[in-house]
């Protein structure tokens, strides 16, 4: 194997060209919702990646990633909302207006994101374990609840979003083009994954993880490594947030939700924890499960229990494990 | 007298009603093996979690290499130079033998900073990272993951990890333990040729070895130092019989 490619990229690869292929199959036979659905999964698999970086690799097992993705959602539903009514959304000491553009949402996604996970992440990763998932559900049910208290976002009915967040160029209101978006910044994700968790901070973090006295031994201090990818990663999932609102048209507390969170760690543990491309795997699988089964059955998540209790039983590396097998380390 | 490289001032630790650590002072200098050798339960391992910085003294000064060290995080007595291992090894265990000495010496360069470039990728860093598990004999067994390594070479990597760090002073918590007397016989040769580089501070049960080993002797009994000097006058001394080798021989 030291020529070639690994099992693991084959998988990788093949998942990639998969996600790629069905909406431009969907699109030829005009079938605008698989479109729509293949975007689903590059989003839901985004907001994984970024859950991922710190799950997965960092070992903090966050149950509040929903306030990340939801915040990212609300940048996107607040800036359209007010750029539809040509209001501000502050006027003093400055005047802060809507916006309409991705890129703009993108970045005041990013720098909220990155703001609210730095505190978030500054209390609770002073704790561990069990106290570590209490505590990041906190503030996620926390941030809920202020969506919900306030009526000019909608409260508990939510935002709409009338018109689509805007491209430079391009149409972003083409579902085609809003899944190369999507696409994009999934594979960008993974990039930037795959680039951290092989550099030395991506050493310091999974050493973290494994062993943080040894970390600590060794004269790097765990937390600011681990308080970084903590931030990291809600950006990611911010990012996330912020698409699935545009895509839905419409954001609401349910983005904020614990059972969001619940989800996104689900699209985690499914594809594979500490695996590049787990959260890809994850999304894709719960995304068919929740089309398709869910066609037949309301019950479709009985379905996804199962397939959950088998994957945490049976195979812990999750789908890709069980397709690539083992994860090797150097 | 040469600086010395750690130096103990009345320090104490309580918990509840036990003193655990009562007013210990203890002097490590350049190019010693000072030996803390006591019963179970002495209070040795809260004196190392002190001096490693896992445990607050309630009084007493620590100090490292002339500085004052006692509000000092684990990681920052690291960088200055303090290098230690573990009665229990402590790994980074999905990591290779390689992958925990190369951490060890990013650690010693700048830390996590590095977000881009492939660690694995930097062969000077390999290439260190190879010597100094040469030094303690395990180059052969450099890729091979933690896991897989006896437990006498997870000794020696906890060793290695401490060299890679180029440490002003060792602190070595019963670095013998489960060697058997092949590997003691190997490691006390090494430790031996290692005190020139680098004081240190052995925590040890064997008592061969210490006595082999040590320039000095300091023994702790119910979180009190009650003797300390060269190893003929720890032997002789009637106290220590009675409180610590007495129940050993």
């Known amino acids: 194997m030291t020529n070639g490619l690994s099992r693991e990229q084959v998988v990788n690869g093949s998942l990639l060209a998969l996600l790629l292929a069905a909406p431009l199959i969907a699109a030829a036979l005009d079938e605008p919702f698989y479109v729509s659905l293949a975007t689903r999964v590059a989003i839901l698999a985004l907001a994984g990646v970024g859950l991922n970086l710190a799950l997965g690799y960092g070992g903090m097992v966050s149950f509040g ?13 607040i800036a359209a909302f007010h750029a539809f ?25 990013a720098l909220v994101v990155a703001l609210v996970a730095l505190a978030i992440g500054a209390v609770s990763l002073r704790t561990s374990g069990v106290y570590f998932i209490m505590i990041t559900l906190a503030f996620a049910q926390m941030i809920y609840y202020l969506a919900i208290s306030l009526p000019t976002y909608g409260g508990e009915d939510g935002l709409s979003i009338y018109l689509r967040n805007q491209l430079p160029m391009g149409d972003s209101a083409e579902p085609l083009t809003f899944f190369f978006v999507c696409y994009g910044l999934l594979l960008l994700a993974l990039f930037v994954s795959a680039r951290l968790v092989a550099s030395r901070f991506g050493a310091a973090l999974q050493c973290a993880r494994m062993n943080e006295v040894r970390l600590a031994t060794l004269g790097i201090a765990p937390f600011p490594v681990k308080l970084t990818a903590f931030v990291l990663s809600a950006v990611i999932t911010g990012i996330a947030g912020a698409l699935f609102a545009d895509l839905n048209g419409f954001v609401g507390p349910s983005m904020l939700s614990w059972h969001r969170s619940g989800e996104i760690m689900i699209f985690v543990i499914l594809g594979g924890v500490g695996r590049l491309f787990g959260p890809l795997a994850g999304a894709a699988l719960f995304i068919l499960l929740e089309s398709f089964v869910g066609g037949f059955t309301d019950r479709w998540q009985l379905i996804l229990g199962a397939v959950l209790l088998a994957v945490v039983l049976f195979a812990r590396g999750g789908l890709i494990g069980l397709l690539a097998g083992k994860l090797r380390h150097g | ?31 010693e093996i000072h030996a803390l050798i006591g019963p179970n339960g002495a209070g040795k391992s809260t004196l190392i979690a002190q001096v490693a910085g896992w ?3 309630d009084a007493g000064a620590i100090s490292l290499l002339g500085q004052p060290a006692v509000h000092l995080s684990v990681a920052a ?26 951490l060890a010496l990013q ?48 000794r020696l990597l906890e060793v290695a990890l401490a060299l890679a760090l180029r440490p002003k002073l060792l602190l070595l918590d019963e670095p013998m333990a489960g060697l058997g007397p092949e590997g003691t016989r190997a490691l006390t040769a090494f430790l031996r040729t290692l005190k020139a580089e680098a004081g240190i501070l052995l925590v040890e049960h064997d008592m061969d070895a210490v006595f082999a080993l040590a320039d000095r002797i300091s023994v702790l009994v119910y979180g009190r130092i009650i003797a300390s000097g060269p190893p003929e006058e720890i032997r002789r001394s009637a106290a220590v019989r009675e409180a610590y080798l007495g129940d050993a021989a």
Not at chain 1, 85 to 109: M, R
Not at chain 2, 3 to 22: H, V
Not at chain 2, 136 to 141: A, D, H, K, P
Request: net charge positive; hydrophobic share 45%.
């Open chain 1, 65 to 77: 990633h929903a306030a990340f993705f939801g915040l990212g959602g609300y940048v996107a539903g």
């Open chain 2, 77 to 102: 007595r690291a960088r200055r130079g303090l290098g230690r291992t573990f009665q229990i090894s402590s790994l980074a265990s999905e990591f290779s033998a390689l992958g925990n000495v190369r």
């Open chain 1, 85 to 109: 009514e040509e209001s501000a959304f502050l006027t003093w000491p400055f005047t802060i207006g809507g916006s309409d553009q991705l890129l703009v949402v993108w970045t005041v996604t």
């Open chain 2, 1 to 31: 007298m040469a600086e010395p490289l750690l130096e103990l001032n009345g320090l104490s630790k309580s918990f509840g009603a036990l003193k655990a650590c009562d007013g210990v002072d203890l002097t490590l200098l350049p190019g």
């Open chain 2, 55 to 57: 445990l607050r003294p």
């Open chain 2, 107 to 154: 650690a010693r360069e700048r830390g996590a900073f590095g977000f881009w470039s492939p660690v694995r990728k930097d062969r000077r860093l390999r290439e260190e990272a190879l010597a100094v598990l040469a030094r303690v004999g395990l180059e052969e067994r450099a890729e091979v993951p933690v896991t897989t390594l006896s437990h006498g070479e997870r």
